[in-house]
T-cell receptor
Framework: GNSVTQMEGPVTLSEEAFLTINCTYT??????LFWYVQYPGEGLQLLLK?????DKGSNKGFEATYRKETTSFHLEKGSVQVSDSAVYFC????????????FGAGTILRVKS | DAGVIQSPRHEVTEMGQEVTLRCKPI?????LFWYRQTMMRGLELLIY????????DSGMPEDRFSAKMPNASFSTLKIQPSEPRDSAVYFC???FGQGALETQYFGPGTRLLVL
């Protein structure tokens, strides 16, 4: 089946610290991979995506690389800000299911000033 | 662009009552998705439509849940009768075009509490 596993949170960091949120997946075939972010009281927003092995998605200082050999798509940012505090969701879209997204459980990130 | 619009934003009801959640997708989008978010189960896809036609409703929990899309600019998710375990945040999302690459745009959600 198709599933996504994320590291449990909450992750608490000081401003300007380095961020890594781990994400691994199980899928049939070669899915597309996504990171969505949910700010308090809002819906999810696409943060970045990658469609094939070794692709790197990047946006707003965040990046993630599609690693087929380790079935991973870890999210990183070199220097977090208080405004990055949110819930981060890793997701995959199995190619055989078109637009359907399978989400991980989400990881809460808290950044302290 | 107004984005995906959902109403109501908050709903409190009593067990056994009918609940109707509403969604207006982004104009021109041809896919519409309904999700449910709970602490226990995370974010689950309930049903999605393409050009107003339901494509996959395998995530709909049971017969108490129903969804319709009478036209390209409106969809409803109905729960009848509602139960306390239906308490969750319900999100609507829309996208344009077919394929795994298309970005889904989420609405702000409806927070439902069934007492």
């Amino acid at each position: 089946g198709n599933s996504v596993t994320q590291m449990e949170g909450p992750v608490t960091l000081s401003e300007e610290a380095f961020l890594t949120i781990n994400c691994t997946y199980t899928a049939t075939g070669y899915p597309s991979l996504f990171w969505y972010v949910q700010y308090p009281g809002e819906g999810l927003q696409l943060l970045l995506k990658a469609t094939k092995a070794d692709d790197k998605g990047s946006n707003k200082g965040f990046e993630a690389t599609y690693r087929k050999e380790t079935t991973s798509f870890h999210l990183e940012k070199g220097s977090v800000q208080v405004s990055d505090s949110a819930v981060y969701f890793c997701a995959l879209s199995p190619r055989e299911y078109g637009n359907k997204l399978v989400f991980g459980a989400g990881t809460i990130l808290r950044v302290k000033s | 662009d107004a984005g995906v619009i959902q109403s109501p934003r908050h709903e409190v009801t009593e067990m056994g009552q009918e609940v109707t959640l509403r969604c207006k997708p982004i104009s021109g989008h041809d896919y519409l998705f309904w999700y449910r978010q709970t602490m226990m189960r995370g974010l689950e896809l309930l049903i999605y439509f393409n050009n107003n036609v339901p494509i996959d409703d395998s995530g709909m929990p049971e017969d108490r849940f129903s969804a319709k899309m009478p036209n390209a600019s409106f969809s409803t998710l109905k729960i009848q009768p509602s139960e306390p375990r239906d308490s969750a945040v319900y999100f609507c999302a829309s996208s344009f075009g077919q394929g795994a690459l298309e970005t889904q745009y989420f609405g702000p959600g409806t927070r439902l509490l069934v007492l």
